[in-house]
């Protein structure tokens, strides 16, 4: 095993002689290390630069930092797990009266208001229903030119619909997007200090940031972006100064993509759904963003979380939720086994996933 790699199974109020009696009851650890062999082999060949695996059931935890990630405290990119993170921003403000999913989202946002645009709700924009679309057609031409959250708003408010609003489910970070921004109009705050201020310092989140916050770019892990995604740079030199690892985006704070955080921040945001305790939101809420919002249709979604089994484990229930990154991610939590595993590398999704972030839950959910 890699001596620069950080190692940590903590039991909290067990003494070190009782540890193996105790572990064998909740973490398998012969899963456990069978997992972090599967992100060691691959960080030794190079293929992973950085990773980070974080496991925890109750009040044990199984972590391992892999390659160039010096210990498990690494800030990584998270991509997409930041779209739960902008959807509780949004039930935070439901908590408190001030919207209801039910809403239609023109009446934060006037101008979006042509056609079926003015049918759309919260809840559909949460549970990509909207017929939105993922990105937006001038979405690498934005980027491009270092255009700021305000131009994507200006076009995902003119862009054409896919389809009905709530007859289809579609992925859709440019929903996301337009729910950050009611955030933003009803909270008259911007979306990474709301955040900061009523998610991530509640929770406990010390390493978490929407947007690169107070950390320093060099703080941060790199993203292999020779494997991006095509809205991403595709790898190609001429994306560098707007790819995943540019200033600009990891300044950016795009609320479908641009959170930065720890494993150990995700997993403590993940388990706020396990159980609930007021801190953020009311365990009710909390209940309902978990809970099957897209029933009937392609996929099975939450409030910004996806739901399993499918994506997750291959013996997670049916009551898992989570949600994965484009730039190498894969975090989830089962209320039936009170699991939570968090995979944080730097290898591009679709690469990482069939190579590690599957197998490695599979094994943790086994």
Known sequence: MNRRNTFAVLLAGLSSRGLLHAQSASLNMDAMKAAASLLQTQAEKGVI??????????????????????????????????????????????????LRLSDPVMKFIPEFSEGARRKITLEQVLIHTSGLPDQLPENNELRRRHAPLSEFVQATVR?????????????????????????????????????????????????????????????????????????????????????????????????????????GDVALFLRSFLHPAGKVLRPETAQLMIQD????????????????????GKSCSDQSFGHSGSTGMLAWADPKTDLSCVILTSLPGSVSRPLVLQPVSDVVSG
């Open 49 to 98: 630069e950085s990773a980070v695996l974080h496991v925890q059931r109750g009040s044990q935890v199984f972590q391992q930092a892999f390659g160039k990630a010096r210990s498990t405290e690494a800030i990584f990119l998270l991509g997409s797990i930041t779209k739960p993170m902008t959807a509780i921003a949004v039930m935070v403000l439901a908590d408190r009266g001030k």
């Open 159 to 263: 862009t054409p619909l896919l389809f009905e609003p709530g007859t289809q489910y579609h992925y859709q970070s440019m929903g996301i997007l337009l729910a950050a921004e009611v955030v933003e109009r009803v909270a008259k705050m911007s979306l990474p200090d709301f955040l900061s201020k009523e998610v991530f310092a509640p929770l406990g989140m010390k390493h978490s940031a929407l947007g690169l916050g107070a950390f320093k770019m060099e703080e941060t892990m790199r993203v292999q972006t020779e494997h991006a995604a095509p809205e991403s740079g595709a790898g190609s030199a001429d994306a560098k100064n707007w790819d995943w690892n540019s200033p600009y985006w990891r300044k950016l704070a795009a609320p479908w993509g641009g959170a930065l955080c720890s494993a």
């Open 293 to 312: 919002h897209t029933q009937g249709l392609s996929a099975r979604r939450g409030i910004g979380f996806a739901l399993g089994p499918a994506g997750f």
